[in-house]
């Protein structure tokens, strides 16, 4: 009992201290605030205990730009002119919020240039509070990995993976098929102009990898994660093992053989010169004592003489068919070799060939693949600005002519025929379908979008856009993911994202004027 009172008594102390005898304080947040370039959003910043503060001067700045204002309130007023350029247009307080002490920042279609630290400050109370701001793109892209070449020193394939349009800067990972991380060379970063980064890496992967990677880009801070796997064929490490070794090896042993064959020659020449030496002097020695003497005059020691002359002339001979059949084996041999050289070069070159055939695929394929993205992004654009550049086929028009004609009531103010199919959960598009069996000129008309009840943004329909009968429009906000199977794509950057919870009321409004409620749920 007694430590109960004393507990409400301290509490009371301390509360009418906190009133009376405390500074106010300004509160921000404890964690960066994160937003995605495009969308509007609020610093929140407020005072503790609240008080009116509208009569104050109340500024926003951030410290490292000049001119540092973003927002500057003084006597009741926005002063514009102090602002910094690229603020003016996109920052407001909430006004009917002064008198609370809520100075929060309204910020609207944020750009990753607004990422950084703001400060929000009170000269008359000396009070202030940082929030820092990060904005995260909306235009990243998957990654893309392609086949660089071979390197012959680790025998692995060399593959490069690329993703642009990222903020702030991200990682990348490389990882093989059991999500091990690979060792790659370093990660290039480039910031474009527009404050967004490319990244690239280069990783060699060798055979005992396995062959299916992934190369994976990833920003924690804004928790986005986008990864491409890639599967490298066996044959590309076979290729690899056409190394330089063996035409090393079938040079050096080519240069053996012919210093081998060169000394054999060397040593057959010099021996052929003794033996010829030997023989001429043994056939003039011959030819003397044929000639000097008849055969009768032959003497002991001449005869004796003579078959040792023989016996030479035998050897010298012996000796020469030797050498001569040691310099065939060898000819013989260096011709084998050559062909086997000449084997396994023209197995490499068929190697090499083929590397660069696998290379052209590549490419090939890399530009199919940009063709295609080319193609995507035309067919978006044509979807987003329908009919402006070019007419809409004779076809179409003169059917809407007539449907006109028949019906024009129906075209410009009856709403009925237009129903939401879809609103995504998470706030990323809102799906819609003509229902009618006829087309929708939605020229001048609006989708006013409300969340909760406060926060509204408006849509209006480019001139000359046609909803054709039976067919479905995505109205989405991110230029990146395409959800759905649609037949008419709208783009809408200033879209208001809602979540799980929130209360969605979509309105259409003719161009008459005519309002209709299509959808109005709490999203589960
Ligand atoms: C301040 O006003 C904004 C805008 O209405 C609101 O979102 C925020 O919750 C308010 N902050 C406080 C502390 O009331």
Redesign the pocket.
């Known amino acids: 009992m007694a430590g109960l009172s004393f507990y409400s008594l301290s509490n009371c102390i301390l509360h009418v201290l906190l009133v009376h005898y405390c500074q106010s304080r300004l509160?921000g947040p404890n964690q960066p605030i994160t937003a995605t370039a495009g969308e509007d959003i609020?610093l929140?910043c407020?005072l503790v205990p609240g008080e009116n503060v509208a009569a104050m001067t109340l500024e926003w700045t951030r410290p490292d730009l000049d001119p540092r204002f973003v927002f500057l309130w003084r006597a009741g007023q926005d002063l514009i002119n102090m602002k910094n350029p690229s603020y003016i247009g996109r920052s407001s307080l909430?006004t009917?919020?002064l008198k609370?002490g809520?100075i929060?920042l309204?910020l609207c279609k944020v750009k990753p240039a607004d990422e950084g630290r703001y400060r929000c400050h009170i000269p008359e109370k000396n009070e202030e509070a940082f929030i820092d701001l990060v904005v995260a793109s909306s235009a990243v892209s998957s990654p893309v990995i392609s086949l660089e070449g071979i390197d012959r020193d680790k025998t692995g394939v060399v593959l490069e993976c690329k993703s642009e349009g990222w903020h702030p800067k991200p990682e990348l990972l490389w990882l093989d098929a059991e999500g091990n991380l690979l060792s790659a060379g370093p990660t290039e970063t480039l910031r474009g102009p527009d404050d967004l980064y490319t990244v690239s890496s280069r990783v060699t992967v060798e055979k005992r990898h396995s062959n299916n990677i992934t190369c994976r880009v990833q920003q924690k801070q804004i928790s986005k994660s986008r990864e491409t796997h890639r599967h490298v064929p066996d044959e590309f490490f076979e290729l690899t093992s056409c190394s330089a070794a063996p035409i090393v090896i079938g040079l050096a042993v080519s240069l053996a053989v012919s210093i081998i064959l060169i000394l054999i020659g060397v040593f057959f020449i010099w021996r052929q010169n003794k033996t010829n030496v030997r023989r001429a002097h043994c056939d003039a020695r011959k030819e003397q004592e044929t000639a000097n003497r008849p055969e009768s005059d032959k003497t002991e020691r001449d005869q004796e003489q003579d078959k040792l002359m023989l016996q030479d002339i035998v050897a010298c001979e012996k000796n020469h068919h030797a050498a001569e059949e040691k310099l065939k084996e060898a000819h013989r041999q260096l011709e084998k070799k050559d062909a086997e050289i000449s084997n396994m070069k023209k197995e490499c070159e068929k190697n090499q060939h083929a590397v660069e055939k696998l290379k052209e695929a590549d490419e090939k394929l890399k530009a199919a693949h940009r063709q295609l993205e080319k193609k995507d992004a035309e067919i978006s654009n044509m979807k987003k600005e329908p009919d402006t550049s070019k007419p809409p086929p004779e076809k179409s028009q003169t059917s809407f002519e007539e449907q006109n004609k028949s019906d024009s009531a129906n075209h410009s103010s009856k709403t009925g025929d237009i129903t939401v199919v879809e609103v995504e959960k998470n706030g990323s598009y809102i799906f819609l379908k003509n229902t009618s069996s006829e087309n929708k000129l939605l020229s001048g008309w609006k989708l006013k979008l409300q969340i909760n009840n406060?926060e509204s943004a408006t849509y209006e329909f480019k001139e000359n856009f046609i909803l054709k009968a039976g067919k479905t429009l995505l109205l989405r906000q991110d230029a990146v993911n395409k959800p759905n199977e649609t037949d008419a794509d709208l783009l809408w950057m200033n879209m208001v994202i809602w979540n799980i919870g929130d209360d969605v009321k979509i309105d259409l409004i003719s161009n008459t004027g005519e309002e209709q409620m299509l959808f109005k749920n709490k999203i589960m």
Do not use: V
């Open positions: 509160i609020t929140p407020h909430f009917d919020e609370h809520n929060s309204k406060r």
